[in-house]
C-alpha cells in the first residue's frame, strides 16, 4: 500500500472556496488501476493559514507513479489552481510506503506485516 499527500496552507478567509474546489473538481480517481481511496482533511488554524491534506491510497507505488503520467491525472489537476491566490505557497508532496497494515480488530494485514 501507498499513501500520497499534499499539504495545503489555504489563506484564512477561502476555506470555504477551497473545499468547494475540490467538492465540485472533475473526478478521475476511480479510472485508474491501483486506486483505493480518497479523504480532503481539515487541519488546524493558524492566523495566516488553515492546513488541509488531501490524502489517497493506492495499492503501490506504482499505481500512484502510473496515475501521475496519465490523462486522467492531467485532466483531474488541468483547473486545480482555481482563479485567485487560495495558497501560502505552494503544496507540499508527502509519499508513504506502509511498512505495518494493522486491522480493526488488530490482526496483520497485506504484504507489509
Do not use: C
Request: proline fraction near 4%; aromatic fraction near 12%.
Amino acid at each position: 500500500m501507498y499513501i500520497a499527500m499534499n499539504r495545503f496552507r489555504v489563506i484564512r478567509g477561502e476555506e470555504e472556496t477551497f473545499e468547494t474546489m475540490w467538492k465540485t473538481r472533475e473526478r478521475h480517481l476511480n479510472t485508474v488501476p491501483g486506486y483505493v481511496e480518497f479523504h480532503l482533511l481539515r487541519g488546524p488554524a493558524h492566523d495566516d493559514h488553515t492546513l488541509y491534506a488531501s490524502h489517497t491510497i493506492w495499492e503501490s507505488h506504482e499505481a500512484f507513479v502510473a496515475w501521475t503520467r496519465s490523462e486522467q491525472f492531467r485532466q483531474a489537476h488541468a483547473r486545480a489552481g482555481g482563479t485567485k491566490p487560495l495558497y501560502l505557497g505552494g503544496p507540499q508532496f508527502e509519499g508513504f510506503e506502509a511498512v505495518i497494515i494493522e486491522g480493526k480488530d488488530g490482526s496483520r494485514v497485506g504484504d507489509a506485516a
